[in-house]
Protein backbone atom coordinates (compact mmCIF):
# COMPACT_ATOMS: atom_id res chain seq x y z
CA UNK A 1 0.00 0.00 0.00
CA UNK A 2 1.53 3.67 -0.66
CA UNK A 3 2.58 6.06 2.23
CA UNK A 4 -0.82 8.19 1.40
CA UNK A 5 -3.33 5.50 1.10
CA UNK A 6 -2.02 3.54 4.15
CA UNK A 7 -2.19 7.28 6.10
CA UNK A 8 -5.61 7.74 4.60
CA UNK A 9 -6.93 4.60 5.80
CA UNK A 10 -5.35 4.72 9.17
CA UNK A 11 -7.04 8.09 9.33
CA UNK A 12 -10.20 6.19 7.94
CA UNK A 13 -9.92 3.80 10.58
CA UNK A 14 -9.41 6.39 13.25
CA UNK A 15 -6.12 5.33 13.43
CA UNK A 16 -3.03 7.25 14.19
CA UNK A 17 0.33 6.82 13.29
CA UNK A 18 1.84 7.61 16.39
CA UNK A 19 3.28 5.26 19.58
CA UNK A 20 0.88 5.06 22.61
CA UNK A 21 1.73 6.89 25.90
CA UNK A 22 1.17 4.56 28.62
CA UNK A 23 1.64 6.37 32.36
CA UNK A 24 3.67 3.62 34.89
CA UNK A 25 4.52 1.41 31.97
CA UNK A 26 7.58 -0.25 31.49
CA UNK A 27 9.38 1.95 28.91
CA UNK A 28 11.85 0.66 26.89
CA UNK A 29 14.32 2.75 24.43
CA UNK A 30 14.86 1.68 20.98
CA UNK A 31 17.93 0.14 21.84
CA UNK A 32 15.72 -2.28 24.10
CA UNK A 33 17.03 -0.97 27.26
CA UNK A 34 14.33 0.84 30.35
CA UNK A 35 14.21 4.34 29.86
CA UNK A 36 16.64 5.48 32.75
CA UNK A 37 15.64 9.76 33.11
CA UNK A 38 14.05 10.59 36.42
CA UNK A 39 12.42 13.75 38.04
CA UNK A 40 14.58 15.55 34.87
CA UNK A 41 12.66 18.21 31.95
CA UNK A 42 11.90 17.77 28.11
CA UNK A 43 13.53 20.36 26.32
CA UNK A 44 12.97 21.40 22.82
CA UNK A 45 15.78 21.74 20.52
CA UNK A 46 15.43 25.11 19.00
CA UNK A 47 16.40 24.45 15.31
CA UNK A 48 14.57 20.92 15.28
CA UNK A 49 11.88 20.98 17.07
CA UNK A 50 12.94 17.75 18.70
CA UNK A 51 12.18 16.85 22.27
CA UNK A 52 14.98 15.73 24.41
CA UNK A 53 14.63 14.03 27.73
CA UNK A 54 16.97 14.32 30.58
CA UNK A 55 16.52 12.72 34.11
CA UNK A 56 18.46 11.15 36.87
CA UNK A 57 20.35 8.00 35.91
CA UNK A 58 19.37 5.86 38.40
CA UNK A 59 21.75 2.47 38.73
CA UNK A 60 20.66 -1.00 40.72
CA UNK A 61 22.29 -0.32 44.13
CA UNK A 62 23.27 2.56 43.86
CA UNK A 63 20.21 5.58 43.54
CA UNK A 64 22.10 8.51 43.58
CA UNK A 65 25.13 9.97 41.93
CA UNK A 66 24.86 8.53 38.73
CA UNK A 67 24.58 11.30 36.40
CA UNK A 68 22.20 12.54 33.91
CA UNK A 69 20.91 10.67 30.93
CA UNK A 70 19.49 12.55 28.20
CA UNK A 71 17.22 10.61 25.21
CA UNK A 72 15.19 12.11 22.12
CA UNK A 73 12.16 11.44 20.57
CA UNK A 74 9.88 12.72 18.24
CA UNK A 75 6.92 11.86 19.20
CA UNK A 76 7.45 12.09 23.16
CA UNK A 77 6.66 8.16 23.08
CA UNK A 78 9.55 6.75 21.03
CA UNK A 79 12.71 7.71 23.01
CA UNK A 80 16.18 7.42 21.65
CA UNK A 81 19.09 6.79 24.29
CA UNK A 82 22.13 9.28 24.08
CA UNK A 83 23.46 8.08 27.00
CA UNK A 84 24.99 10.21 29.68
CA UNK A 85 24.96 14.05 29.15
CA UNK A 86 26.29 15.04 32.90
CA UNK A 87 28.72 11.86 33.68
CA UNK A 88 29.75 11.72 37.21
CA UNK A 89 33.53 12.18 38.20
CA UNK A 90 35.30 10.61 40.64
CA UNK A 91 36.68 12.61 43.33
CA UNK A 92 34.56 15.82 41.90
CA UNK A 93 33.43 18.37 44.80
CA UNK A 94 29.85 18.52 43.73
CA UNK A 95 29.30 15.50 41.18
CA UNK A 96 31.42 13.00 42.32
CA UNK A 97 29.19 9.26 42.39
CA UNK A 98 28.56 9.95 46.11
CA UNK A 99 27.09 13.29 45.29
CA UNK A 100 23.28 13.38 44.68
CA UNK A 101 22.77 15.19 41.24
CA UNK A 102 18.94 15.77 41.50
CA UNK A 103 16.17 17.19 39.31
CA UNK A 104 17.99 18.28 36.35
CA UNK A 105 16.82 21.17 34.02
CA UNK A 106 17.67 22.41 30.84
CA UNK A 107 16.90 25.61 29.13
CA UNK A 108 18.46 27.84 25.61
CA UNK A 109 20.51 30.29 26.59
CA UNK A 110 20.44 32.72 23.72
CA UNK A 111 22.60 35.03 25.01
CA UNK A 112 25.53 32.62 25.11
CA UNK A 113 23.84 30.47 21.88
CA UNK A 114 24.21 27.02 24.86
CA UNK A 115 22.22 24.89 26.21
CA UNK A 116 22.35 25.23 30.57
CA UNK A 117 21.88 23.08 32.14
CA UNK A 118 20.96 23.19 36.51
CA UNK A 119 19.97 20.75 39.14
CA UNK A 120 19.96 20.15 42.59
CA UNK A 121 23.70 19.53 43.66
CA UNK A 122 24.23 18.06 47.08
CA UNK A 123 25.98 15.79 49.04
CA UNK A 124 24.54 12.32 50.30
CA UNK A 125 23.10 13.85 53.65
CA UNK A 126 21.61 16.76 51.92
CA UNK A 127 23.70 19.35 53.82
CA UNK A 128 24.68 21.45 51.06
CA UNK A 129 21.49 22.79 49.36
CA UNK A 130 22.60 24.05 45.80
CA UNK A 131 22.33 24.29 42.83
CA UNK A 132 24.68 23.51 39.68
CA UNK A 133 25.05 24.53 36.69
CA UNK A 134 26.68 22.84 33.39
CA UNK A 135 27.06 23.99 29.67
CA UNK A 136 26.93 22.72 26.71
CA UNK A 137 26.83 23.88 22.97
CA UNK A 138 24.79 20.94 21.88
CA UNK A 139 21.27 20.21 23.41
CA UNK A 140 22.57 16.04 23.84
CA UNK A 141 26.07 17.27 25.78
CA UNK A 142 28.34 16.83 27.01
CA UNK A 143 27.49 19.17 29.55
CA UNK A 144 30.63 20.63 31.62
CA UNK A 145 30.17 21.17 35.03
CA UNK A 146 30.63 25.21 35.91
CA UNK A 147 29.43 25.84 39.32
CA UNK A 148 27.13 24.34 42.11
CA UNK A 149 26.18 27.60 44.24
CA UNK A 150 23.39 28.58 46.89
CA UNK A 151 20.55 30.65 45.08
CA UNK A 152 21.00 34.01 46.17
CA UNK A 153 22.31 33.15 49.45
CA UNK A 154 19.81 30.71 50.33
CA UNK A 155 19.27 26.89 50.08
CA UNK A 156 17.97 25.00 47.53
CA UNK A 157 16.36 21.22 47.61
CA UNK A 158 13.76 20.42 44.93
CA UNK A 159 14.41 22.37 41.63
CA UNK A 160 12.58 22.75 38.65
CA UNK A 161 12.49 25.64 35.74
CA UNK A 162 10.10 27.65 33.84
CA UNK A 163 10.22 29.59 30.71
CA UNK A 164 7.73 32.32 30.25
CA UNK A 165 6.40 32.04 27.00
CA UNK A 166 5.77 35.75 26.83
CA UNK A 167 9.29 36.90 27.10
CA UNK A 168 11.34 33.80 27.34
CA UNK A 169 13.05 34.58 30.28
CA UNK A 170 13.68 31.53 32.98
CA UNK A 171 13.13 31.11 36.16
CA UNK A 172 14.34 28.07 39.13
CA UNK A 173 11.46 26.87 41.45
CA UNK A 174 13.06 25.79 44.25
CA UNK A 175 12.70 24.18 47.77
CA UNK A 176 14.60 26.01 50.90
CA UNK A 177 15.10 22.57 52.79
CA UNK A 178 12.93 20.85 55.51
CA UNK A 179 14.41 22.60 58.25
CA UNK A 180 12.27 25.37 60.18
CA UNK A 181 13.81 27.95 58.86
CA UNK A 182 13.04 26.72 55.12
CA UNK A 183 9.95 24.84 54.12
CA UNK A 184 8.99 27.57 51.37
CA UNK A 185 9.46 27.20 47.63
CA UNK A 186 10.92 30.48 46.15
CA UNK A 187 10.30 31.72 42.10
CA UNK A 188 13.47 33.40 41.26
CA UNK A 189 14.22 34.92 38.01
CA UNK A 190 17.77 34.10 35.84
CA UNK A 191 19.63 36.85 34.69
CA UNK A 192 18.93 36.64 30.09
CA UNK A 193 21.99 34.81 30.22
CA UNK A 194 20.34 31.99 32.15
CA UNK A 195 24.18 32.04 33.93
CA UNK A 196 22.80 33.22 37.58
CA UNK A 197 19.78 34.25 39.61
CA UNK A 198 18.74 37.28 39.71
CA UNK A 199 15.94 38.49 41.68
CA UNK A 200 13.05 36.30 43.76
CA UNK A 201 9.89 36.94 42.03
CA UNK A 202 7.47 35.27 44.66
CA UNK A 203 7.96 32.78 47.88
CA UNK A 204 5.75 30.20 48.60
CA UNK A 205 5.76 30.48 52.24
CA UNK A 206 5.93 28.24 54.51
CA UNK A 207 3.76 25.44 52.79
CA UNK A 208 6.03 23.04 53.12
CA UNK A 209 6.21 21.71 49.43
CA UNK A 210 8.51 19.98 46.65
CA UNK A 211 9.00 18.49 43.69
CA UNK A 212 7.64 22.52 41.67
CA UNK A 213 7.29 23.32 38.15
CA UNK A 214 4.97 25.84 36.44
CA UNK A 215 2.40 25.25 33.47
CA UNK A 216 1.35 28.94 31.56
CA UNK A 217 -2.39 28.99 29.90
CA UNK A 218 -3.03 32.51 27.85
CA UNK A 219 -4.12 33.80 31.65
CA UNK A 220 -2.71 32.20 34.22
CA UNK A 221 0.27 30.48 35.78
CA UNK A 222 -0.84 27.14 37.69
CA UNK A 223 2.17 26.06 39.64
CA UNK A 224 1.70 22.21 40.94
CA UNK A 225 4.07 21.35 43.73
CA UNK A 226 3.86 17.83 45.60
CA UNK A 227 3.89 17.40 49.70
CA UNK A 228 7.09 15.99 51.50
CA UNK A 229 6.74 12.53 51.59
CA UNK A 230 10.66 10.92 49.90
CA UNK A 231 9.59 8.46 47.19
CA UNK A 232 6.38 8.02 48.51
CA UNK A 233 3.59 9.66 46.84
CA UNK A 234 1.09 12.03 47.94
CA UNK A 235 -2.18 14.48 46.55
CA UNK A 236 -0.17 16.92 44.66
CA UNK A 237 -1.30 20.99 44.99
CA UNK A 238 -1.56 23.98 42.50
CA UNK A 239 -1.78 27.28 42.65
CA UNK A 240 -2.73 29.73 40.38
CA UNK A 241 -2.21 33.39 39.15
CA UNK A 242 -2.54 36.07 37.29
CA UNK A 243 1.20 36.95 37.16
CA UNK A 244 4.57 35.39 38.41
CA UNK A 245 4.62 37.63 41.19
CA UNK A 246 0.85 37.16 42.66
CA UNK A 247 -1.14 37.00 44.47
CA UNK A 248 -1.25 33.24 44.23
CA UNK A 249 -4.53 31.50 45.13
CA UNK A 250 -4.52 29.04 47.64
CA UNK A 251 -3.28 25.48 46.75
CA UNK A 252 -5.91 22.84 45.39
CA UNK A 253 -5.67 19.41 44.95
CA UNK A 254 -5.46 18.17 41.42
CA UNK A 255 -6.27 14.58 41.24
CA UNK A 256 -9.09 12.45 42.75
CA UNK A 257 -8.01 12.33 46.83
CA UNK A 258 -6.37 9.41 47.75
CA UNK A 259 -4.81 8.43 44.35
CA UNK A 260 -2.15 10.27 45.78
CA UNK A 261 -2.39 11.97 42.30
CA UNK A 262 -2.52 8.49 40.33
CA UNK A 263 0.41 7.70 42.64
CA UNK A 264 3.17 9.52 41.60
CA UNK A 265 5.20 13.30 41.94
CA UNK A 266 5.19 16.24 40.71
CA UNK A 267 8.55 17.74 38.77
CA UNK A 268 7.76 19.22 35.59
CA UNK A 269 4.81 19.89 33.08
CA UNK A 270 5.02 20.61 29.29
CA UNK A 271 2.73 23.01 26.64
CA UNK A 272 2.04 21.49 23.27
CA UNK A 273 0.91 24.17 21.05
CA UNK A 274 -0.07 22.13 18.00
CA UNK A 275 -2.12 23.35 15.07
CA UNK A 276 -5.43 22.48 16.13
CA UNK A 277 -5.10 22.55 19.99
CA UNK A 278 -2.86 23.65 22.97
CA UNK A 279 -2.41 20.50 25.32
CA UNK A 280 -0.65 20.97 29.02
CA UNK A 281 1.09 17.13 30.43
CA UNK A 282 1.65 16.89 33.41
CA UNK A 283 4.97 14.81 33.51
CA UNK A 284 5.18 12.62 36.83
CA UNK A 285 7.21 10.30 38.60
CA UNK A 286 6.05 7.02 39.95
CA UNK A 287 8.95 6.28 42.50
CA UNK A 288 10.41 3.05 43.48
CA UNK A 289 11.77 3.20 46.54
CA UNK A 290 12.38 -0.71 46.72
CA UNK A 291 13.76 -0.28 43.38
CA UNK A 292 14.42 3.04 42.72
CA UNK A 293 15.92 2.53 39.40
CA UNK A 294 12.82 0.93 37.87
CA UNK A 295 10.56 3.76 39.05
CA UNK A 296 8.27 4.79 36.32
CA UNK A 297 7.00 7.80 34.52
CA UNK A 298 3.35 9.05 34.99
CA UNK A 299 2.74 11.61 31.91
CA UNK A 300 -1.00 12.57 31.49
CA UNK A 301 -3.27 15.53 29.99
CA UNK A 302 -3.91 18.02 32.16
CA UNK A 303 -7.99 19.70 31.52
CA UNK A 304 -7.37 23.22 32.88
CA UNK A 305 -10.26 26.15 32.86
CA UNK A 306 -8.95 29.83 33.16
CA UNK A 307 -12.66 30.72 33.55
CA UNK A 308 -13.23 27.88 36.03
CA UNK A 309 -10.00 28.55 37.51
CA UNK A 310 -9.56 24.96 38.03
CA UNK A 311 -6.92 22.13 37.16
CA UNK A 312 -7.43 18.74 36.86
CA UNK A 313 -4.82 16.04 36.09
CA UNK A 314 -6.51 13.17 33.97
CA UNK A 315 -6.09 9.45 33.81
CA UNK A 316 -5.59 7.88 31.14
CA UNK A 317 -4.01 3.87 30.37
CA UNK A 318 -2.92 4.81 27.06
CA UNK A 319 -3.51 7.54 25.03
CA UNK A 320 -2.08 8.72 21.50
CA UNK A 321 -0.81 12.50 21.46
CA UNK A 322 -0.50 13.68 18.10
CA UNK A 323 2.81 16.59 19.28
CA UNK A 324 2.03 18.17 15.46
CA UNK A 325 -2.15 18.82 15.54
CA UNK A 326 -1.46 19.09 19.50
CA UNK A 327 -4.60 16.81 20.09
CA UNK A 328 -4.70 13.51 22.22
CA UNK A 329 -7.29 10.89 22.13
CA UNK A 330 -7.79 8.30 24.87
CA UNK A 331 -7.42 4.76 23.17
CA UNK A 332 -10.26 2.16 24.13
CA UNK A 333 -9.83 -0.95 25.42
CA UNK A 334 -11.94 -4.25 26.27
CA UNK A 335 -12.42 -4.62 29.94
CA UNK A 336 -13.05 -7.93 31.98
CA UNK A 337 -14.58 -8.16 34.88
CA UNK A 338 -12.96 -9.75 37.85
CA UNK A 339 -16.57 -10.38 39.09
CA UNK A 340 -17.13 -12.83 35.68
CA UNK A 341 -13.28 -14.37 36.20
CA UNK A 342 -12.89 -17.74 37.92
CA UNK A 343 -11.01 -17.50 41.24
CA UNK A 344 -8.86 -20.66 42.34
CA UNK A 345 -7.68 -21.49 46.43
CA UNK A 346 -8.00 -18.83 48.83
CA UNK A 347 -8.94 -16.11 46.34
CA UNK A 348 -12.57 -15.25 46.65
CA UNK A 349 -15.12 -12.67 45.22
CA UNK A 350 -15.92 -10.02 47.93
CA UNK A 351 -18.92 -7.19 47.79
CA UNK A 352 -16.72 -4.44 47.00
CA UNK A 353 -19.63 -0.84 46.32
CA UNK A 354 -16.93 1.44 44.97
CA UNK A 355 -15.94 -2.16 42.68
CA UNK A 356 -16.96 -3.00 38.72
CA UNK A 357 -20.46 -4.58 39.44
CA UNK A 358 -19.60 -4.54 43.53
CA UNK A 359 -16.76 -7.29 43.67
CA UNK A 360 -13.41 -7.19 43.93
CA UNK A 361 -11.42 -10.19 44.36
CA UNK A 362 -9.19 -10.63 47.16
CA UNK A 363 -7.08 -13.18 48.77
CA UNK A 364 -4.65 -13.29 45.89
CA UNK A 365 -1.61 -15.28 47.17
CA UNK A 366 1.41 -17.23 45.73
CA UNK A 367 1.30 -19.75 42.82
CA UNK A 368 -2.21 -21.51 44.24
CA UNK A 369 -4.49 -18.89 45.11
CA UNK A 370 -5.26 -16.85 41.41
CA UNK A 371 -7.74 -15.49 39.44
CA UNK A 372 -8.24 -16.16 36.40
CA UNK A 373 -9.74 -13.93 33.17
CA UNK A 374 -10.85 -16.20 30.07
CA UNK A 375 -11.96 -15.39 26.70
CA UNK A 376 -9.72 -12.90 25.84
CA UNK A 377 -9.40 -11.57 22.60
CA UNK A 378 -5.98 -10.93 21.30
CA UNK A 379 -3.98 -10.34 18.09
CA UNK A 380 -0.57 -12.02 17.87
CA UNK A 381 1.28 -8.60 18.78
CA UNK A 382 2.44 -6.86 22.20
CA UNK A 383 -0.37 -5.15 23.51
CA UNK A 384 -0.82 -3.03 26.68
CA UNK A 385 -3.19 -4.26 29.46
CA UNK A 386 -3.99 -2.38 32.51
CA UNK A 387 -4.48 -4.36 35.80
CA UNK A 388 -7.04 -2.17 38.01
CA UNK A 389 -6.22 -3.01 41.54
CA UNK A 390 -6.80 -2.34 45.33
CA UNK A 391 -3.56 -2.41 47.42
CA UNK A 392 -5.36 -2.02 51.16
CA UNK A 393 -1.98 -2.03 52.90
CA UNK A 394 -2.14 1.82 53.08
CA UNK A 395 1.75 2.76 51.82
CA UNK A 396 2.40 0.64 55.03
CA UNK A 397 2.27 -3.01 56.06
CA UNK A 398 0.26 -4.26 58.73
CA UNK A 399 2.22 -6.88 60.95
CA UNK A 400 5.24 -5.17 59.98
CA UNK A 401 7.41 -3.18 63.02
CA UNK A 402 5.85 0.31 62.63
CA UNK A 403 2.46 -0.57 61.32
CA UNK A 404 0.65 1.42 58.62
CA UNK A 405 1.60 5.23 57.91
CA UNK A 406 -2.13 6.12 58.84
CA UNK A 407 -0.51 5.13 62.37
CA UNK A 408 1.66 7.14 63.99
CA UNK A 409 5.70 6.42 62.87
CA UNK A 410 3.94 4.18 60.14
CA UNK A 411 6.16 2.16 57.37
CA UNK A 412 5.45 2.32 53.89
CA UNK A 413 5.98 -1.02 52.13
CA UNK A 414 5.41 0.33 48.46
CA UNK A 415 4.23 -2.31 46.48
CA UNK A 416 2.79 -5.68 46.60
CA UNK A 417 3.59 -7.83 43.07
CA UNK A 418 1.24 -10.08 41.12
CA UNK A 419 2.40 -12.60 38.91
CA UNK A 420 0.82 -12.83 35.19
CA UNK A 421 0.45 -15.80 33.74
CA UNK A 422 -0.89 -15.60 29.75
CA UNK A 423 -2.53 -19.05 28.93
CA UNK A 424 -1.74 -21.04 31.57
CA UNK A 425 2.19 -20.85 30.33
CA UNK A 426 4.17 -21.01 33.88
CA UNK A 427 7.33 -20.71 32.30
CA UNK A 428 6.91 -17.07 31.39
CA UNK A 429 5.50 -14.85 34.62
CA UNK A 430 5.74 -11.34 34.15
CA UNK A 431 5.82 -8.25 37.23
CA UNK A 432 3.36 -7.01 37.69
CA UNK A 433 4.10 -4.10 40.58
CA UNK A 434 0.76 -2.79 42.46
CA UNK A 435 1.83 0.08 44.52
CA UNK A 436 0.18 1.14 47.36
CA UNK A 437 -3.58 2.78 46.84
CA UNK A 438 -5.51 3.41 49.82
CA UNK A 439 -8.55 1.32 50.93
CA UNK A 440 -11.94 2.02 48.44
CA UNK A 441 -9.20 3.35 45.74
CA UNK A 442 -8.80 1.53 42.59
CA UNK A 443 -6.05 2.26 40.16
CA UNK A 444 -4.48 0.96 37.34
CA UNK A 445 -1.36 -0.21 36.62
CA UNK A 446 -0.17 -1.37 32.88
CA UNK A 447 1.95 -4.78 31.24
CA UNK A 448 2.80 -5.17 27.71
CA UNK A 449 1.80 -8.63 26.82
CA UNK A 450 1.48 -10.85 23.94
CA UNK A 451 -2.17 -12.59 23.34
CA UNK A 452 -2.66 -15.05 20.58
CA UNK A 453 -4.60 -13.94 17.50
CA UNK A 454 -8.15 -14.17 17.53
CA UNK A 455 -7.92 -17.00 20.47
CA UNK A 456 -9.76 -17.41 23.59
CA UNK A 457 -7.21 -15.87 25.88
CA UNK A 458 -6.47 -16.42 29.56
CA UNK A 459 -4.90 -14.31 31.89
CA UNK A 460 -3.97 -15.44 35.23
CA UNK A 461 -2.72 -13.68 37.91
CA UNK A 462 -1.41 -14.85 41.41
CA UNK A 463 1.09 -13.46 44.08
CA UNK A 464 5.19 -12.95 44.33
CA UNK A 465 7.40 -12.29 46.30
CA UNK A 466 7.74 -8.58 47.52
CA UNK A 467 10.41 -9.33 50.66
CA UNK A 468 7.43 -9.19 52.93
CA UNK A 469 5.07 -11.49 51.45
CA UNK A 470 3.62 -12.96 47.92
CA UNK A 471 0.33 -11.23 48.00
CA UNK A 472 -1.03 -9.91 44.90
CA UNK A 473 -3.02 -6.95 45.58
CA UNK A 474 -7.08 -7.30 44.90
CA UNK A 475 -8.38 -7.18 41.58
CA UNK A 476 -11.29 -5.63 39.60
CA UNK A 477 -10.65 -5.75 36.32
CA UNK A 478 -8.55 -5.99 33.25
CA UNK A 479 -8.41 -3.95 30.09
CA UNK A 480 -6.80 -5.19 26.96
CA UNK A 481 -5.62 -2.19 24.56
CA UNK A 482 -5.63 -2.70 20.73
CA UNK A 483 -1.84 -2.86 19.75
CA UNK A 484 0.23 0.43 18.64
CA UNK A 485 -0.09 1.62 14.54
CA UNK A 486 3.65 1.88 13.54
C1 LIG B 1 11.57 13.64 47.23
C2 LIG B 1 12.26 14.62 46.31
C3 LIG B 1 13.23 13.87 45.43
C4 LIG B 1 14.22 13.12 46.32
C5 LIG B 1 13.49 12.25 47.32
C6 LIG B 1 14.44 11.61 48.33
O1 LIG B 1 10.84 12.74 46.45
O2 LIG B 1 11.30 15.29 45.54
O3 LIG B 1 13.87 14.77 44.57
O4 LIG B 1 15.05 14.05 46.99
O5 LIG B 1 12.51 12.98 48.02
O6 LIG B 1 13.75 11.03 49.41
Known amino acids: MARSTLCAF ?45 GEYKVEGHTEGAGVSVYSSDDLATWENHGLALAPVEGHEYISPHHIIQRPKVVYSKVSNEYHMWWHADNSSYGLLLQGFARSPNISGPYTFVSAT ?61 GPTIIQTDKSYYALMSHKTGYRPNNVVAFRADSLAGPWSQPFTVAPLNTRTYNSQSGFSLTIQGKKKTTHLYLGDQWDQNSNWESRYIWLPMEIDDRKKTLDVVWNDVYDLDVKSGEWTAVEGKAYLAADAKTAGAAFKQEANFA ?54 GTWQLRRIASVVVNGKTDKVETLFQRDTHKGIILSTPLLLTLEKDKKNTITVGGLWNGFDYKGADLDRIVVYPPEKR
Not at 16 to 34: E, F, M, N, Q
Request: some cysteine; charged content about 20%; proline content about 4%.
Open 10 to 54: MLLAGLSAAKYIVPGGRWHATDGSLVNAHAGCVTVDKDTGKFWLF
Open 150 to 210: PPLGNWSQDFGIFTDRKDGRSYALYSNGDRREGRDVYLSAFNEDATALEKVVHRFDKYDLE
Open 356 to 409: SKNTIVTGIYGNDSTVTFEGITGTGQPQWVSFYYQNTDDMGFGDQPGGTPDRIG
